[in-house]
């Protein structure tokens, strides 16, 4: 357990429906960052945050997609309209801008399948 | 930042050292290596990085060639538990660029 909690850990959900995943990162991190991996392959950046800015995002993340962390300390991750496209795994990450080595520390992920 | 290439899959028998080659021929001078890994069903898990020196922690050693132009993980007595895929990341610094690139990495499978 690194203590960055991903709620629910699965979601079924119908196309065209609505999903919103949580992510709680480690009480004292700062930085939080969400990243998408589908089967065989390796995680893929979304976006990132600094307290509660939001300070990049990738072309992965279309405008179906968004993600907020609205007072610096658990985010949300939002996606409308789903589509079968966007089954994954959605992990969470999070470390602390003062720490020299650039750790991330994941939770558990969420995992989303569209039908 | 520099792409990486890793075999695809290693096996490798239980308490014999495990050692995970990584190409980065394209890593810049300023590029630090990166090794987690992902037990199924799991976040990826940090487990080492360094920039020109071999470095060693509770969990592996990294070696790195002096060119920088390759990298080797050593797993020192592989168990059962270390069955994961490993990931050979180079990114620009410690701080400031903030996106790990992960590749498909290294299925390792440790065989009893």
């Known amino acids: 357990d690194t203590g960055v909690s991903q709620n629910p850990r699965h979601k079924i959900t119908k196309r065209g429906q609505n999903v919103t995943f949580r992510c709680d990162p480690i009480s004292e991190h700062n930085r939080l960052y969400w990243y998408r991996q589908t089967l065989g392959q390796g995680p893929e950046f979304l976006t990132y945050f600094q307290n509660e800015a939001q300070l990049e995002k990738s072309r992965l993340l279309s405008d179906r997609f968004s993600a907020e962390r609205p007072k610096g300390s658990f985010s949300t991750l939002e996606i409308q309209r789903t589509e079968q496209g966007d089954s994954a795994m959605y992990l969470c990450a999070s470390r602390s801008s003062g720490a020299n080595t650039g750790e991330l520390f994941f939770g558990e992920g969420s995992r989303l399948t569209v039908l | 930042d520099a792409k990486t290439t890793q075999p695809t899959s290693m096996d490798c028998a239980e308490g014999r050292a495990a050692n995970l080659p990584c190409n980065h021929s394209?890593?810049?001078?300023?590029?630090?290596v990166y090794w987690y890994r992902q037990i199924h069903s799991q976040g990826p898990q940090y487990i080492i990085h360094?920039?020109?020196n071999n470095e060693t922690n509770e969990m592996a050693s990294l070696i790195i060639t002096e060119d920088r132009k390759s990298s080797t993980l050593i797993l020192p007595h592989a168990t059962l538990r270390d069955t994961a895929v490993y990931y050979c990341?180079?990114?620009?610094?410690?701080?400031?660029?903030?996106?790990?690139?992960f590749g498909t990495g290294t299925r390792l499978t440790i065989i009893p």
């Open positions: 360094g920039l020109k």
């Open positions: 990341i180079v990114r620009f610094t410690n701080f400031g660029n903030e996106k790990l690139t």
């Open positions: 394209t890593i810049s001078g300023n590029e630090y």
